[in-house]
Structure formats: C-alpha cells, structure tokens
C-alpha cells in the first residue's frame, strides 16, 4: 500500500515538473539588442521595426533596436555582433565586403538591374542568397536572415559629369567596407576615398570630397541634395541591405524561438521589398519639389557604355578573387536572368 502511494505521489511531483518546464519555456522572456545601419525612418528601420514586431507579438521577446550612432559607426557593428555583444545587425552590404569578401557581390557595377520588379523577383527568389550565401555567414559566426534592395544608386558632385573623362581626378567617397566600391571608381576615371557615413557631412562641405553616391531616399532624407549641385543617375548600381543574427546565438535559440526569428525575417523581407518599389519615386518626388533648383541628370545609353565597358574589368576581378566570389557571380547572374524573364 505505502508503496503505491510513493509511486502516485512521485508520477504526480513528475508531472507537475514536466507542466511548469514546457509552461516555463513558453513564458522565457528575453531582451535581444538590434543595431543597425541607418535610423527608425529608413529601409533599415522599416525592416528592424517590422521584424521587432513580429517577435513581440509572437512570443514575450522583447527588442531593444539600437539605430546608427547610438552604438558607434556602423563599421563596428559587425565586430559586436560577431562578439554576440549585438543579437541581430542590420547593415549596409557596402560596409562588408572588407570582412565577408563575397559580399561585394552586391556592390559590382552594372551587374543588377535598375528595375523594382526584377530586383524584387530577385531577392525573393535568388538562389545565390537564398542558397549559397547562408553557409559563408556561418563561416563568419552568423546567420543570415535577409538581403534587400534600398534604390538605385545615385551619384552627387558638385559639377556634372557625363563620361568617365569628367570624373578624372575627382575625390568620389565610397562606403569604408567595399574594395570593389574602390576598383569601381579607379575604373570610372575618379580617385576613391573610403569614408564612414559619419565623416562625410564635413567632408562635402570642406570640399574634402567631389561627390559621393547614395539612394535618392537617402540623399533626399539626409539634405544631400543640399550639399551638392548635381544627381546623376548613371545606372550602375543599387544599395542594398542586410539582416544577419548572432550564430552561436541563433544556434542556441530552441526550435520554437528559431521559426520564430526566421518567421520574423520572412514577415520584414514582404515589408520592406514592398515598400522598395517606391522608395526612390518617393525621394525623386520629394527632391523635385523641395528643392527644384538641383540638378537631376540621366545618362543617355551612349554616355554609359565607357562605364559599363569599364566595369567588366571590376567584374573581372571580383570573379577573380576567389572560387567562392566566382561560383556567386556566376549564380547571381542566372537569378537575374531568371528574374528578367519571369518578373511581372
Ligand atoms: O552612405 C552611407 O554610408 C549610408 N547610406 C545608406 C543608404 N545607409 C547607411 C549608410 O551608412
């Protein structure tokens, strides 16, 4: 008899453990930090904000979303994320191709397309991020959760330029992570001056610097167009973004908090692709209106073709570089073709 009751009395104690583990596991709370490359207003605040959202309303997680300068320059970040001092960064692929090589894959000139529909076919659909890019960010101690397109870059001077002659000589700042940003304006006739975000305001207005390039959004959102006289839209490139995690972080979430994280991700990538498709309409419109004495060129397809000639050769090199960066531009290549042909 007494010994039926020890045994009622342990099934119960080991279901009454059992119920506080899993009810324990569902109520773990905990506070993850977020820095990211630009403020709350811009692409990667709308994808920050977007995926914070998703999470707290999808578990009891909270997110501390730390913008630009509120932790340093964005070129630390990456460093306190690999630490796993920062959960999830949200950075600007032109800051990282000086640690992950392959990330200069998305700063090659005149290799993606100037066409919302195409590039949003491509970042939901290529294979070369979807597939190829996930296991080099583990090489690095992350996770990639996502790469998204932020406008098509636009070049600013101070004087128009409309052939690779006109730019000699011109100190053109590019973002500080990206050789290839460098290889691109040797070949288009300038002099690369690598610089952090947070440098440049001065630089332009001490004419340290001839012109730099950025996403109308951006050049509207941070009175560029008041810094410089002339937007050139030359065609050769796009800004884009990234999303990564932690990896020994995100490997140590349990199954449930991973779906969510990758849920989150898939949730913010809808939101801000969406909201990409008119982000460099929206910063145009606004430039035109608030200030109509600046400057808006197009190059005409004959003006680009120096460029773009000049261009394979950095093509050339970032294939060149390693089998890795070759195989990707080989992918991305396929993806966009892909993309050309079935974007609606
Ligand atoms: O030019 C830059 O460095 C900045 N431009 C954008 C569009 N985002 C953040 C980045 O630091």
Do not use: C
Not at 54 to 83: C, F, W
Not at 172 to 178: N, T
Not at 189 to 212: C, E, F, H, R, Y
Not at 242 to 266: I, M, P
């Amino acid at each position: 008899m007494k010994k039926k009751l020890n045994l009622k009395m342990f099934k119960a104690l080991l279901a009454g453990i059992m119920l506080v583990t899993v009810t324990s596991m569902n109520l773990y709370a905990a506070e993850w930090k977020y820095a990211m490359g630009e403020g709350l207003g811009d692409p990667q605040g709308i994808y920050a904000t977007a995926f914070t959202n998703y999470i707290e309303e999808n578990s009891r997680h909270k997110i501390k979303i730390y913008p630009v300068g509120s932790l340093g320059e964005e070129t630390d970040m990456m460093e306190q994320t690999k630490a796993g001092i920062l959960q999830f960064l949200g950075q600007s692929t032109g800051y990282m191709g000086g640690t992950i090589p392959e990330m200069d894959l998305f700063t090659l000139p005149y290799v993606m397309p100037t066409d919302t529909r195409q590039l949003d076919y491509f970042f939901k659909n290529s294979k070369a991020i979807n597939e190829m890019l996930p296991p080099i960010f583990n090489k690095h101690g992350l996770e990639l959760l996502s790469i998204f397109p932020e406008g098509e870059m636009a070049v600013t001077t101070f004087v128009p330029f409309h052939s690779p002659a006109d730019l000699k000589g011109k100190k053109m700042r590019v973002m500080p992570g990206s050789p290839i940003l460098v290889e691109t304006y040797k070949a288009f006739g300038a002099s690369p001056v690598p610089m952090t975000w947070g440098d440049l305001i001065g630089a332009l207005k001490t004419n340290m610097v001839d012109g730099q390039e950025n996403p109308t959004v951006w050049i509207e959102a941070y009175d560029l167009d008041h810094l410089t006289k002339v937007l050139t839209y030359t065609g050769h490139g796009h800004f884009n973004a990234s999303a990564s995690a932690n990896k020994k972080f995100f490997d140590g979430l349990g199954e449930r908090d991973k779906k969510l994280v990758r849920s989150a991700a898939e949730h913010a990538h809808q939101v801000i692709l969406k909201e990409a498709e008119k982000l460099d309409a929206y910063g145009l419109g606004r430039i035109v209106r608030s200030n109509p004495d600046f400057k808006i060129v197009t190059l005409t397809k004959d003006e680009r073709t120096p460029f773009k000639e000049a261009a394979t050769s950095v093509q050339a090199l970032f294939a060149s570089k390693s089998a890795s960066n070759k195989a990707l531009l080989d992918q991305m290549q396929a993806d966009l073709k892909e993309a050309e042909a079935k974007a609606k």
